[in-house]
Structures are given as structure tokens and as C-alpha cells.
């Protein structure tokens, strides 16, 4: 069935990835299994995104095993025309789907999946937790192997002890019951590295299950010869261990690394918040605070963190971080909105009807992903583990060449404890495990990055670019003053009203000094580095800089924001910045080991008071614009610096995407950013210097553990190749090299973390 399905729509290239691609067809489905995705309040729980034509669904394909299966799925367009992309997640064994919903139903793409041999898991009561992430069957084929492995041992007593003449016959007796609890082990428990060691063969590469399942087989069938000859009790002791203990380890390594990803996934990853309505009082929440029935008030080109109803203002969403098309969607007042939509006209008002999900905010950052750089060179640990297997290989046939002159008797030991003992996991691990804990380190202390490539880039930046407004400077504290010709009660009220829909920092300050006035705003436009207007009771208003408000520039004035009403310049308000209480420290310890340069769109006021902190080498430039810091960060690449740009994510957010290491700044705020590598509390700028110490440990830490691991290795052949270490020994240490690499990268890098008091 599935054949012909593939066979009509030419895509029999799935058959060409794998020798034997796909799973079994032969259990049926019920035609009404999936009725119930044609319900409206189960669909909206499932659904990420929707729109007049599209919808956005992910599910998780427990089916997915090998390269045919990604791509059979990815090109599920091409099967059916409802279809518009499926992109698979394979490490997560998701598929991301759009589809047209007036060509095919939700169930309908369910059925889809399930006709070609990919039935989603869908579990309604688990929505909100994690999956099941360690498999069901693997804690069987461990339960199974470890009662085999306990019996045989027992049973493996007298023989070790020896018995007397007369008691031969009990002997052969516990010689083939050792043999017979040997089977399950062999054909059910080392079922994972027979399906690890054949999917590898079939790409014509060598993985480390290969040498571990042909260890497996050459003591299995050694033990049989023995028994069956009469010669020995064979090693179904040390066979059912390797098993035993190879799964445990590889239960643990599991485990381990899945609750990283679910860290990584799940939890407050962005230390972001959003303003929460509650008895006429703004209270800025952290998104994970956020529960179904909160009324949040969404500003100016803010995310929108949870799907709600729409209860005040007009809304233009930008769905470009989700469906790519930056046309603004109008909604109206009890409009459905989606999460992951930015909103691009004003202030509006939210009603929550689904928690945050942070798991699809983290989907959405990481999809946003910069440009392709240029193809780095592979790292030494992947190369030695590439062909590590070979090595193993090629150490076990002159192992075995060297005994067959000396002395046979070896060469069985030997050899098996080869195989078993050499494990290139820990290499692999070391890197893995070690980016993990800095990475959630970092995330303790304020800085949230998007991903472990993040740690390598920063810990190879020489400079460091600031801008200055919202990132050195603080937008909790201004003193402003106002210069101009008298303004009223209503309209300063409308000032507050029009600053209060912008998130800049200035405005920021003005709606503090002001005090924040809920009055409808119309036809609200921002215009990012220059100003703000909008209508308010049938007046036209307008905040900005002097060039925006009055077409002309005064270089000396300090930081101002201008007025103007129905287009009459009425006065200017005065901001006399205040400085972080750790930024001048700061500046003074990353001075003597990177370039430093303030990127200001404020005009040169503020020049001597920066040059106190920084000194005279550092690179100070005044009344720039977005496209002034791009420039300027355009040019320094060109030098060969590696650059980190540190900014509010708005004014800056093109100069974040063109340097190497992009940091957006978060003061209580929603300023979900896509062109940030990273987000950085506010609050932890302070700690910017430790950061970056941390992130160039991280490389000395991973050098150690591979250290570690290569001398495991070595010390291990090492007598191996004697035929000195009993494969059992060789099984137990085996996984507890690739434990011991865990708790060395946790120690160091939680020790260290604790000397740079992070």
C-alpha cells in the first residue's frame, strides 16, 4: 500500500536512503480513531498558529528512525496538495506541518501520517508535560537482562568453587541453564546495538555499536563451543553483564542528556516579562507567572507570549517569526490571537486563555536563525571519533595475531575485552554534557543563550560593542526636565498615552515621570530611531528627536525628546541619564582584554562623563542610527574582529544580526528579540566580564574531559591487550568512563562557575 502511495507520487528515493526503510503496515487503524480532532476545543489546544487559510500544528511521530523517514515526511506536499511544508524535528521526533485547513482537515493530515506508516502520539491529558522520553522497551530489555545476569552469576558459583565427581551431572545441569537465560539476553536485550550497529552498516559507516555487538556475539559463542564440547563453563557471566551494564549506561547517558533538553525546552527560558493588568494596576510578570485569564497590555512591537482574546485596541500583528509574511494581520476586539505575533500599531489589551509556551517561544527563536556563515572546519574530537572504531578494529586483529604466536589461550580474552573496553561515548559526551551545564550556568544568572554554538562564539570575540541608551544607561531612573511653552492637564495626560505605547527607553521614562494614562491612541506609528505620533481626542501628537519633530538638528543639547501638537512645536523634555550602578566597574575590567566601542543615538552631551569611565581609546560615536551601527559593525568585521554587539533588541536589532555575537538587553520588558544570540537580564550587565570567562573554561574543560577519556582508553587497552581484564570488568567500566566524563564537566564547570561566583 504504502509502495504504491510513494510509487504514484515519485518519490521512490525513500527506498534508495535505506535497504530496508519504513515499519511494519500490518496493524490496522480504526477509521474513526482520530474523529476527534474534528472537535473545536481539542483543535484549539493542539494548534500553535491559524489563520483564514493556514494552520500550524506540531506532533510527535514515535515511527522516526533513519534518513528515509526525514525525508518521506518532509515531502509530504508532494502527496498530498493540503499539505504546504513539513519540517522534521529529528532528535525530538517531531514534524512541524502547515497545512491548507480548507483542503484538509486536521484529522485528515493525522490520517495522512498514519497511512504512510507515521501514526502521531497524541495523549490530550499529557499536553503540558514532557514526553515519555526514555522508551518503554528499553527498561524491559534492562529489567530482563539484569534477572538473566543475576541467575547465571548465581548459578555460575559452583563452577568457580568446583564440585566433587559425583555431582557432575548438577554441573552440566547449571551449564545449560546458563545457556538457556543466555537467549533472552541475546535476542531481546542487545536488540539496541544490533539496531544502532545495522543502521550504521547500512550508511557504510563503522559506529561504536559495531565492535560492542561483535563482543557480544564472539563471548556468546564461545561459551556455546564450551559447553557443548565439554571443555568449560563458558562466559555467559561476563556476556550477560556487557549487556546489563551497556544498557545502563546507556539508560543513564539517556536520561541525563534528555533532562537537559527538557531545561532547554521547557522552563523560563527567556527572562523576559509582560505587563499584567490587575485592578487598573500595570504589574510587569515573568512569563512563566502568566495563567489562562490574566489580561496582559501588549505594547508597541512587543511578542505576544500566549494566545488570547483581543479585549481592547486595534491590533496589527506581525506573524513573521511564524509564517514568514510580514503584511500585519488586523484583528478586532474578540478576535482570537496567536502567540508568537509581534504588535506593530499601539498599545491593545490581551486576555489569556492558554499558559505560555515556552517551548514554542524557544522554536520560534531558534527557526530565526542568521545567515549561513561560512562552513567551519570539523572539530579533532569528531574526526578521532569518526574513525575510532577502526582503530579498535585494527588494535583487536594484531591483538589477536601477536597471541596466535605466543599463546591461543588469550586470544579470546583479549580480543572480547577489546571490544568492549575501547568507547569513544566519552569523547563525544565530553562536549555535549559540558556546553549543557554553562549553558544553564548562564541561564541561572540572567544571560539566556540561544543555543551551545553561542558559548564558542563568545569566548572568540576581541570586541565589544555598546549601545548606550536602555543598555549602560538605566530606564528605571531619569530626571526630566520641560522646556517650552505651557502644556495642559489633557495634554499631558496625552503625552503619557502616546509614550506609553512605545517600548524605547525614553519613552519608557517619560510615561514614569508622566504617569502612565490609559487613553485610546489612533493611528499610532512608531519610526524606530527618530520618533513616535499618533492621534489622541482628535489631536495630532508627536515625540522624537529635534530632526523628526522640527526637520533640523542642534548638536548640543543633551538627550531630549521633543513635542509637537497638531504639528506645532510646543517645548522639549530634558533626560539627564543615570548610569548602571556596575556599568563604569564593568568597563574598567574588560578594557585592558577587548576593543570597546559606545554606539549612542543621543548627541555628544554625554561624551566627557563617558570618557571618565572608559578612558580616551575607546571608540565613542554620537547621533547614530540604526543604520549607522550596522555600518560601523560592517566595517569593523572587515578588520577581522569578532564582535559582540550589545543593545535594547530595537533600535539595534539589524546591528545585532550582522555581529558575531548578538546580546539583547531585557529590563522588564517583553523584548523578545529573533536577531539576538542571546538575552541578558538587565540586572546581571554587571556580571558581563564573568561571563565571558566562563565561556572560554568551557573550551578548557572539554579539553580535559577528552584528555580524560583518551587516557581511559589508553590505560584500558593496555591491559586488555594482555589478556589480563575479564570482559565482565571491561562491561562495568565501559559505562562508568562516560559517567566519570559527566561528573568531571559537571564539577569543573560548576567549580568554576562558583570561583567567578556565578
Not at 514526553?131 to 541467575?151: D, E, H, M
Not at 533472552?184 to 550508511?203: C, G, I, N, R
Not at 507570549?305 to 483581543?310: C, H, K, N, Q, S
Request: proline share 3%; aromatic share 10%; net charge neutral.
Amino acid at each position: 500500500m504504502v509502495y504504491q502511495l510513494l510509487n504514484r507520487h515519485e518519490l521512490c528515493d525513500y527506498y534508495d536512503l535505506n535497504t530496508n526503510p519504513g515499519q511494519s503496515q500490518r496493524i490496522t487503524v480504526r477509521k474513526d480513531k482520530f474523529s476527534f480532532l474534528e472537535d473545536t476545543g481539542i483543535q484549539q489546544e493542539l494548534i500553535h498558529f491559524k489563520d483564514d487559510s493556514t494552520t500550524h500544528i506540531t506532533f510527535y511521530l514515535p515511527q522516526i528512525h533513519c534518513s528515509s523517514c526525514l525525508y518521506l515526511l518532509e515531502n509530504l506536499h508532494k502527496i498530498n496538495a493540503g499539505i504546504i511544508k513539513a519540517t522534521v524535528q529529528f532528535t525530538r521526533k517531531e514534524v512541524d506541518i502547515i497545512f491548507h485547513h480548507n483542503i484538509l482537515s486536521l484529522r485528515g493530515v493525522a490520517e495522512l501520517l498514519t497511512s504512510i506508516g507515521y501514526e502521531p502520539y497524541i495523549s490530550l491529558q499529557q499536553l503540558k508535560k514532557a514526553k515519555p522520553r526514555i522508551p518503554r522497551t528499553l527498561i524491559y530489555q534492562l529489567g530482563v537482562a539484569g534477572f538473566c545476569f543475576a541467575n547465571i552469576m548465581l548459578m555460575s558459583f559452583p563452577e568457580y568453587l568446583g564440585l566433587e565427581k559425583a555431582e557432575q551431572e548438577l554441573q552440566y545441569a547449571f551449564r545449560y541453564l546458563n545457556l538457556l537465560l543466555a537467549l533472552p539476553v541475546l535476542l531481546f536485550s542487545a536488540e539496541p546495538f544490533y539496531t544502532s550497529a545495522w543502521k550504521s552498516l547500512k550508511h557504510r559507516f563503522l559506529n561504536i555499536d559495531a565492535p560492542i555487538v561483535l563482543a557480544i556475539w564472539v563471548t556468546f559463542l564461545r561459551s556455546v563451543v564450551e559447553v557443548i564440547t565439554d571443555t568449560g563453563g563458558g562466559y555467559f557471566d561476563s556476556f550477560s553483564g556487557i549487556v546489563f551494564f551497556m544498557l545502563i549506561g546507556r539508560v543513564l547517558q539517556d536520561k541525563t542528556y534528555q533532562q537537559l533538553s527538557f531545561e532547554r525546552d521547557y522552563t523560563s527560558y527567556f527572562p523576559i516579562a509582560v505587563t499584567v493588568l490587575k485592578d487598573d494596576t500595570e504589574i510587569p510578570t515573568a512569563l512563566p507567572s502568566i495563567k489562562p485569564g490574566d489580561t496582559l497590555s501588549i505594547h508597541q512591537d512587543e511578542l505576544i507570549p500566549a494566545d488570547g482574546i483581543l479585549t481592547k485596541g486595534r491590533a496589527y500583528i506581525d506573524y513573521s517569526f511564524v509564517t514568514g509574511e510580514s503584511l500585519p494581520v488586523l484583528k478586532e476586539v474578540g478576535e482570537l490571537i496567536y502567540a508568537g505575533g509581534k504588535q506593530t500599531a499601539g498599545t491593545i489589551e490581551l486576555l489569556t486563555i492558554k499558559e505560555v509556551a515556552q517551548s514554542y517561544l524557544t522554536r520560534l527563536w531558534n527557526q530565526a536563525d542568521k545567515p549561513a556563515q561560512k562552513e567551519k572546519g570539523i572539530s579533532f574530537v569528531h574526526l578521532l571519533s569518526r574513525y575510532f572504531t577502526y582503530i579498535v578494529f585494527g588494535i583487536a586483529l594484531l591483538t589477536a595475531a601477536y597471541w596466535w604466536a605466543v599463546d591461543t589461550t588469550k586470544i579470546w580474552p583479549a580480543v572480547t575485552a577489546i571490544l568492549i573496553i575501547a568507547c569513544p561515548c566519552a569523547l563525544l559526551l565530553s562536549n555535549t554534557f559540558t556546553n549543557g551545564n554553562i549553558l544553564r550556568i548562564f541561564s541561572r544568572n540572567g544571560l539566556y543563550l540561544r543555543n551551545a554554538q553561542a558559548i564558542e562564539e563568545m569566548a572568540g570575540i576581541n570586541e565589544i560593542v555598546f549601545d548606550k541608551t536602555g543598555t549602560l544607561t538605566t530606564t528605571t531612573k531619569h530626571a526630566v526636565d520641560y522646556t517650552g511653552d505651557a502644556l495642559t492637564i489633557v495634554q499631558l495626560e496625552a503625552i503619557s498615552a502616546l509614550a506609553g505605547n512605545s517600548r524605547h527607553p525614553l519613552s519608557k521614562a517619560l510615561v514614569q515621570h508622566l504617569g502612565r494614562k490609559r487613553i485610546p491612541v489612533e493611528q499610532f506609528r512608531e519610526r524606530i530611531g527618530k520618533g513616535i505620533e499618533g492621534s489622541i481626542n482628535g489631536s495630532r501628537y508627536a515625540l522624537g528627536s529635534q530632526q523628526f519633530i522640527c526637520g533640523t538638528k542642534n548638536p548640543t543639547g543633551g538627550t531630549r525628546v521633543y513635542v509637537s501638537i497638531d504639528g506645532q512645536l510646543k517645548g522639549f523634555f530634558q533626560f539627564h541619564n543615570f548610569y548602571r550602578d556596575e556599568v563604569s566597574a564593568l568597563l574598567t575590567r574588560i578594557q585592558p582584554d577587548y576593543t570597546l566601542a559606545i554606539l549612542s543615538g543621543d548627541n555628544e552631551n554625554e561624551r566627557y562623563q563617558l570618557e571618565k569611565m572608559v578612558g580616551k581609546n575607546t571608540t565613542l560615536l554620537f547621533h547614530q542610527q540604526p543604520q549607522d551601527k550596522l555600518r560601523y559593525i560592517e566595517i569593523e568585521k572587515e578588520k577581522g574582529k569578532k564582535i559582540m554587539m550589545i543593545g535594547d533588541g530595537l533600535n539595534d536589532a539589524i546591528a545585532l544580526q550582522e555581529s558575531d555575537m548578538g546580546i539583547a538587553i531585557a529590563e522588564h520588558s517583553n523584548t523578545f528579540t529573533p536577531a539576538s544570540d542571546g538575552i541578558l537580564d538587565a540586572s546581571s550587565l554587571g556580571k558581563l566580564d564573568r561571563f565571558l570567562l566562563l565561556a572560554k573554561g568551557n573550551k578548557q574543560i572539554v579539553i580535559a574531559s577528552f584528555v580524560m577519556s583518551i587516557l581511559y582508553n589508553i590505560i584500558g587497552l593496555y591491559f586488555a591487550v594482555q589478556g589480563e581484564l575479564s570482559p565482565l570488568v571491561a562491561a562495568i567500566l565501559m559505562p562508568s568512563s562516560s559517567l566519570s566524563i559527566i561528573l568531571l564537566t559537571y564539577g569543573a564547570s560548576g567549580i568554576y562557575a562558583r570561583k567567578l561566583q556565578l
